[in-house]
Structures are given as C-alpha cells and as structure tokens.
C-alpha cells in the first residue's frame, strides 16, 4: 500500500496558478500510474490528470490546456500544475496510485488514495 500525501491547494484569484505536490511513501511509485481527481461540494469526485509510469498523460476536456501533471520518481512524488484556473476549479484535489502500467480516468480503478488538499479560486 502506498501512503500518499497532498499539498499546495489554496486560496487564488482566476487567472492565477497553483502547484499541488502529492508525496508517496511506503513504496516507490516508480511502477504506479498516478492520478489526480477533484470533489466540489455535493459532487461526484471526477478526473482530472493521469500519468502512467513510463509518462504518459491524459487529462479532462475541462483542464486540457490548463493542467499539467507530472512525476518525479526520484522524490516519490506527483504534481499537478494548474494555471488560469477558473471559479469552477474549486474543489478538494486528491492523488491516487493505482498499481499498473497505463492511465485510468475512474476512481475505481485506483488502489490507493490521499487525504486530499483543498483548491477555492475566487472571481
């Protein structure tokens, strides 16, 4: 099982940019493919990036463009580049591990998940 741990959410403007880090341990995450997923208030939790282990991506209509996911595996860790983000970018960000090769968009295809950081753009 791999412990996964978000930070960087906060508060901005639209326009602005944030950096959201997911850090893992327990174990390398080399050999996972990574996702990161968002949850607004009385929402379903839906994908936003994915990256396989050898660096693929795959992103939502809604970010492309917008978003950039990447790893390093040095550090163990996953980020989630955001720019001219938008009031409806506002929801909680979680990361997620899931055990295999290739990207999935669906939160049942992952094994592992974080606590979750929170993202509030304002207008």
């Known amino acids: 099982q791999v412990q996964l741990e978000e930070s960087g959410g906060g508060l901005v403007q639209a326009g602005g940019s944030l950096r959201l880090s997911c850090a893992a341990s327990?174990?390398?995450?080399?050999?996972?493919?990574m996702g990161w997923f968002r949850q607004a208030p009385g929402t379903e939790r839906e994908f936003v990036a994915a990256?396989?282990?050898?660096?693929?991506?795959y992103y939502a209509d809604s970010v492309k463009g917008r978003f950039t996911i990447s790893r390093d595996n040095a550090k163990n860790t996953v980020y989630l580049q955001t720019n001219r983000l938008k009031p409806e970018d506002t929801a909680v960000y979680f990361c997620?591990?899931?055990?295999?090769?290739?990207?999935?968009?669906?939160?049942?295809?992952?094994?592992?998940w974080g606590q979750g950081t929170q993202v509030t753009v304002s207008s």
């Open positions: 997620a591990a899931r055990k295999s090769w290739g990207v999935e968009t669906t939160t049942s295809g992952y094994d592992d």
């Open positions: 327990g174990r390398t995450i080399s050999n996972y493919a």
């Open positions: 990256i396989s282990w050898y660096g693929s991506t």
